[in-house]
């Protein structure tokens, strides 16, 4: 009986052990994602990618101890958003998560499209009502 | 015996659960029409948004079913063989959306998983649409290279248009970026650049991206270093010329500024979003200000960061 309780654990972690890779491999993949807050002070349409909204916050919420205004880029192509839905309404707090550095809004200058820079990408976001 | 089945069995459910992707497909539990809010109303929205039926103007927030969503579901009935067309997401509409969602072997948007492959999408943009955001530089000879930055370009076939016409082929190794030369035919003049693949054309009615040919190409601006005192801003660089027009992240600028060719200086109390922020930040915040600057010769490339508080 103990030989058979052996061989099912060893059946067991072997089934455990080539699972692992796998979601490990899907966690390497993950994008760096960073949390942020912050209220609504203006959104900007992204005329040169259109969907996606460039949002300014004051105060934006990154975590440091200093007072930050700036903006963030919200995707309807990649951006989970949550209740209450308000997204890029002035005077609404949003909460979320975000990756740094991603540049996903694009802008008519004049008669050029420019990357309208932004701290980053929202991956989710929820807002107040 | 029990033992053995049950730590088999567990140990199987843990793989499975690791292993298998969720179908993430969305359920519309009611029907939806003008008036109707919450959740349902959000993902038939981005839905409708994914397969550009619907733009939500900016600062209007999702989950209410409005007039533009109304417009956008008929639009996709149409486009759909729904009838009647008339923008109420009933029944039959949302037979034919569950149909559209995602499946083992498409994407969530319908696209085989090799074209899907074929054509990366720059993060955040549609992955189902060619997209041309920018080619540099602006002015060329040609026989020049350009640079195009995109979204979905082809790794193995993507035909670029000038004016419509001296078609080249060319491949992207990462969907974002393709790099052409300048056909050696093309006379002087202004050439509305397009490019096509698998997923469609970049025309669109509202973007045009351009390209000058000359046989006496001039530098686009470029700006080196830049200092701030008080509110002026003095950027040092190249390229400036009598006609300069700046757009930063707190707003443009409200006329034209010149320049010495070498530098440049404007107030950033003059920027046209620069109060806006202002009236919530009372001169104790930190801000980024990107700035570009514009004049007949094309656009920085890349904009300049400069720190300051406001």
Not at chain 1, 119 to 128: I, Q, W
Not at chain 2, 171 to 183: E, F
Request: glycine share 10%; with cysteine.
């Amino acid at each position: 009986m103990k030989k058979k309780q052996f061989i099912t654990l060893v059946v067991s972690l072997i089934f455990i052990g080539l699972s692992l890779p796998a979601s490990f491999a899907q966690a390497q993949a993950l994008p760096k994602l960073l949390p942020f807050g912050g209220l609504v002070s203006y959104p900007i349409t992204c005329t040169c990618s259109p969907g996606n909204i460039w949002i300014w916050f004051t105060p934006l919420y990154l975590g440091g101890p200093i007072n930050i205004t700036g903006p963030m880029v919200y995707s309807p192509f990649s951006t989970i958003l949550y209740g209450y839905y308000m997204i890029g309404v002035p005077g609404k707090w949003h909460l979320g998560d975000y990756v740094p550095g991603v540049q996903a809004c694009w802008i008519k200058v004049y008669k050029f499209c420019v990357p309208l820079p932004a701290v980053g990408l929202m991956s989710k976001v929820g807002t107040n009502y | 015996m029990r033992f053995l089945s049950a730590s088999v069995l567990l140990s199987m459910i843990f793989a499975l659960g690791v292993l298998v992707t969720p179908a993430g497909a969305e359920m519309f539990v009611a029907n939806l029409t003008v008036g109707s809010r919450g959740s349902d109303v959000t993902a038939l929205q981005q839905f409708l948004v994914a397969k550009g039926y619907l733009q939500m103007p900016a600062g209007v927030s999702y989950g209410y079913f409005g007039p533009l969503t109304k417009m956008a579901v008929a639009r996709w009935q149409v486009a759909n063989g729904i009838s009647p067309a008339v923008g109420y997401f009933g029944p039959i509409s949302q037979g034919v959306m569950a149909k559209q969602m995602p499946t083992s072997s498409t994407s969530s948007l319908g696209l085989s998983k090799s074209i899907e492959t074929d054509t990366p999408t720059a993060p955040g943009m549609r992955v189902n649409r060619i997209m041309l955001f920018r080619a540099t530089p602006f002015e060329v000879r040609p026989g020049d290279f350009v640079t195009l930055d995109g979204s979905g370009f082809s790794k193995t076939l993507n035909r670029i248009y000038f004016n419509g016409g001296n078609q080249i082929a060319t491949t992207s190794t990462d969907g974002a970026i393709l790099k052409i030369p300048v056909p050696l035919d093309l006379a002087e003049g202004e050439y509305k650049i397009s490019v096509s693949n698998v997923l469609g054309s970049s025309d669109s009615p509202d973007i045009n991206i351009v390209i000058k040919v000359t046989n006496n190409p001039q530098s686009a601006p470029t700006i080196e270093s830049a200092s701030i005192i008080g509110d002026i801003v003095t950027l040092v660089g190249s390229g400036f010329t009598s006609t300069n027009r700046l757009f930063t992240t707190l707003g443009d600028s409200s006329s034209p500024i010149s320049s010495n060719g070498a530098t440049l200086t404007f107030r950033v109390t003059d920027l046209s979003r620069y109060d806006q922020v202002k009236q919530f930040t009372l001169g104790k915040y930190q801000v980024t200000l990107w700035i570009f600057v514009e004049n007949e010769h094309g656009i920085n490339k890349e904009p300049y960061k400069l720190e300051t508080i406001i």
